[in-house]
């Protein structure tokens, strides 16, 4: 979106941080910006936090708060923008972000990606059977402040959205500004030789899409949730006749790629590429059968899309997934929705029972259909772009108004 914005003629500063959640690793870059192209003063600022090892951690909580005073002693370098644009989480950039704003008269528009504090409320439940209140409580109050005073709050769906607007008590008024925008993908370009480099690397990784095989592709964070590890472990409970007619393939890091590597070496149908390259990932969709999205069934997941989901449908794919919620209620009817139990049994119950039916061509041309209309970057940021524009003509508006009044 960022790129589409300065090919609109505006300058972006894009505010992130050094440390990058799913693979656990730092940018390193001199002086900690990053030229956006095509427009000379737009950036991309990294922000300094500690980072962290564990997903549920106490030093995650910290690293996030370190990003939200990292941005709060570098935004005062910079011009004061017409717009702010606040992903949430993390709580704690959001509510810097809102000050930010509140104190400087500029409108706020708060981007609901996920629904923090009440996910990790859910998670920390799970894990050690209680969620300490004083512990979240941070959260609870910069979350509802930040969604109370925001000009407008976006979200990646209905239900994410009307979340917000219950958890920030948003009057019909602010209401009328809120708006639904999925998380959307978009192809990436590549060369011949691009293209022949991405082949070659597939190819010395152990993966041939003429294998004749139905293939099952995942990439993503591997993070150590109860349906995540089914996936895993659902590998093992596979007949040798199954095994030999499919072949599964996971890309990426995360807390359970030890476990991953040992099951692997039991299981020839497996590969585990570790991390891979967005274009790479790309041709591995394009060339497979089947996206799986096991995650467990909380209702964060039931709410929202993963970002996976979008990027299956723009390959075809259909989807085997353990999360049951709006993607079955928008599109459960489209056929490619595959949903399965969250356990070693019901994963394997269901590879053993696609290994023979790879999706037909009017199920794959109807994924791609809905990705075009729904999930496709081109036609979903671009309404995003109008959408900020409109509320910063607006808050322009109001300002003219105030002044006129005044005077």
């Given at each position: 979106m960022a790129r589409r914005l300065v090919e609109r003629g505006h300058e972006v500063v894009w505010w992130t941080g050094q440390f990058e959640h799913p693979t656990k690793l730092y940018h390193r870059?001199?002086?900690?910006?990053?030229?956006?192209?095509?427009?000379?003063?737009?950036?991309?600022?990294l922000l300094y936090?500690?980072?962290?090892?564990?997903?549920?951690?106490?030093?995650?909580?910290?690293?996030?708060?370190?990003?939200?005073?990292?941005?709060?002693?570098?935004?005062?370098?910079?011009?004061?923008?017409?717009?702010?644009?606040?992903?949430?989480?993390?709580?704690?950039?959001?509510?810097?972000?809102?000050?930010y704003?509140?104190?400087?008269?500029?409108?706020?528009?708060?981007?609901v990606r996920d629904l923090w504090p009440d996910v990790i409320a859910d998670r920390l439940e799970?894990?050690?059977g209680f969620a300490p209140k004083w512990l979240l409580y941070p959260y609870e109050r910069d979350v509802k402040h930040s969604l109370s005073h925001a000009d407008s709050v976006t979200a990646i769906t209905q239900g994410c959205l009307e979340w917000a607007q219950s958890k920030g008590s948003r009057t019909d008024a602010q209401a009328d500004h809120d708006r639904v925008f999925r998380l959307a993908s978009r192809a990436i370009s590549r060369n011949q030789t691009r293209w022949q480099e991405?082949?070659?690397?597939?190819?010395?990784?152990?993966f041939d899409p003429n294998s004749g095989k139905t293939i099952f592709a995942w990439a993503g964070s591997l993070t150590n949730q109860q349906a995540t590890r089914a996936l895993v472990q659902a590998q093992t409970l596979l007949s040798k006749e199954v095994r030999d007619r499919i072949q599964v393939?996971?890309?990426?890091?995360?807390?359970?790629?030890n476990q991953i590597l040992s099951v692997k070496q039991a299981c020839e149908h497996m590969i585990y590429a570790g991390f891979v390259p967005r274009d790479e990932v790309q041709f591995l969709y394009d060339n497979s059968h089947y996206g799986l999205l096991c995650y467990d069934n909380t209702p964060d997941f039931q709410a929202s899309f993963p970002n996976k989901f979008g990027e299956y449908?723009?390959?075809?794919l259909s989807v085997v997934t353990t999360i049951n919620g709006v993607m079955q209620q928008e599109y459960g009817d489209?056929?490619?929705i595959d949903t399965v139990a969250s356990t070693p049994h019901g994963i394997a119950e269901a590879l053993t029972r696609l290994a023979d039916l790879k999706p037909g061509e009017p199920i794959r041309a109807r994924a791609r259909a809905v990705f075009q209309k729904d999930f496709d970057a081109d036609i979903v940021y671009e309404a995003f772009c109008d959408h900020i524009e409109e509320r910063v003509r607006a808050g322009s508006a109001a300002v003219e108004k105030k002044d006129t009044l005044a005077g």
């Amino acid at each position: 979106m960022a790129r589409r914005l300065v090919e609109r003629g505006h300058e972006v500063v894009w505010w992130t941080g050094q440390f990058e959640h799913p693979t656990k690793l730092y940018h390193r870059i001199p002086g900690n910006e990053v030229p956006i192209p095509g427009s000379e003063n737009s950036k991309v600022v990294l922000l300094y936090s500690p980072g962290y090892s564990s997903n549920i951690s106490l030093m995650r909580f910290y690293d996030h708060w370190r990003i939200g005073r990292s941005f709060r002693e570098a935004a005062v370098k910079e011009p004061v923008p017409d717009i702010i644009v606040a992903s949430m989480p993390t709580p704690e950039l959001v509510r810097a972000s809102s000050d930010y704003a509140d104190r400087h008269g500029v409108p706020l528009m708060v981007d609901v990606r996920d629904l923090w504090p009440d996910v990790i409320a859910d998670r920390l439940e799970k894990k050690f059977g209680f969620a300490p209140k004083w512990l979240l409580y941070p959260y609870e109050r910069d979350v509802k402040h930040s969604l109370s005073h925001a000009d407008s709050v976006t979200a990646i769906t209905q239900g994410c959205l009307e979340w917000a607007q219950s958890k920030g008590s948003r009057t019909d008024a602010q209401a009328d500004h809120d708006r639904v925008f999925r998380l959307a993908s978009r192809a990436i370009s590549r060369n011949q030789t691009r293209w022949q480099e991405i082949e070659t690397a597939w190819k010395v990784r152990g993966f041939d899409p003429n294998s004749g095989k139905t293939i099952f592709a995942w990439a993503g964070s591997l993070t150590n949730q109860q349906a995540t590890r089914a996936l895993v472990q659902a590998q093992t409970l596979l007949s040798k006749e199954v095994r030999d007619r499919i072949q599964v393939v996971i890309c990426g890091r995360g807390d359970l790629q030890n476990q991953i590597l040992s099951v692997k070496q039991a299981c020839e149908h497996m590969i585990y590429a570790g991390f891979v390259p967005r274009d790479e990932v790309q041709f591995l969709y394009d060339n497979s059968h089947y996206g799986l999205l096991c995650y467990d069934n909380t209702p964060d997941f039931q709410a929202s899309f993963p970002n996976k989901f979008g990027e299956y449908l723009m390959s075809g794919l259909s989807v085997v997934t353990t999360i049951n919620g709006v993607m079955q209620q928008e599109y459960g009817d489209q056929g490619f929705i595959d949903t399965v139990a969250s356990t070693p049994h019901g994963i394997a119950e269901a590879l053993t029972r696609l290994a023979d039916l790879k999706p037909g061509e009017p199920i794959r041309a109807r994924a791609r259909a809905v990705f075009q209309k729904d999930f496709d970057a081109d036609i979903v940021y671009e309404a995003f772009c109008d959408h900020i524009e409109e509320r910063v003509r607006a808050g322009s508006a109001a300002v003219e108004k105030k002044d006129t009044l005044a005077g």
